[in-house]
Nanobody, 124 residues
Framework: QVQLVESGGGLVQAGDSLRLSCAAS????????MAWFRQAPGKEREFVAS????????YYADSVKGRFTISRDNAKNTVYLQMNSLKPEDTAVYSC?????????????????WGQGTQVTVSS
């Protein structure tokens, strides 16, 4: 079992940066690949980025490539999402998710564990 808790959301202006954190419980964090998804009002949840258990492999949605960076610190059981050059269309609830073993999976049903989410609002 893995429990995930996100933090770091808030209200920022377009062009600003924000770093989200996702703290995980458990002693086998490095076995799990991690991902960030987001859901804007009235829209389906969409994939943002993912990272392998050791951190050596990452994958990004085209919409955030070059602006967002996913990373992890396995000693702290934490995965991060550094978001730069934020745009109003990045406004959403951001959730982290976990699955055993690395594979590029961009659908929600590919992940077994989810956090509650943190709100990110980008004003123009």
């Amino acid at each position: 079992q893995v429990q995930l808790v996100e933090s770091g959301g808030g209200l920022v202006q377009a062009g600003d940066s924000l770093r989200l954190s996702c703290a995980a419980s458990g002693r086998t964090f490095s076995r799990y690949s991690m991902a960030w998804f987001r859901q804007a009002p009235g829209k389906e949840r969409e994939f943002v980025a993912s990272i392998s258990g050791g951190g050596g492999s990452t994958y990004y949605a085209d919409s955030v490539k070059g602006r967002f960076t996913i990373s992890r610190d396995n000693a702290k059981n934490t995965v991060y999402l550094q978001m730069n050059s934020l745009k109003p269309e990045d406004t959403a609830v951001y959730s982290c998710a976990a699955r055993l073993y690395w594979q590029v999976v961009i659908t929600t049903n590919g992940y077994n564990y989810w956090g509650q989410g943190t709100q990110v609002t980008v004003s123009s």
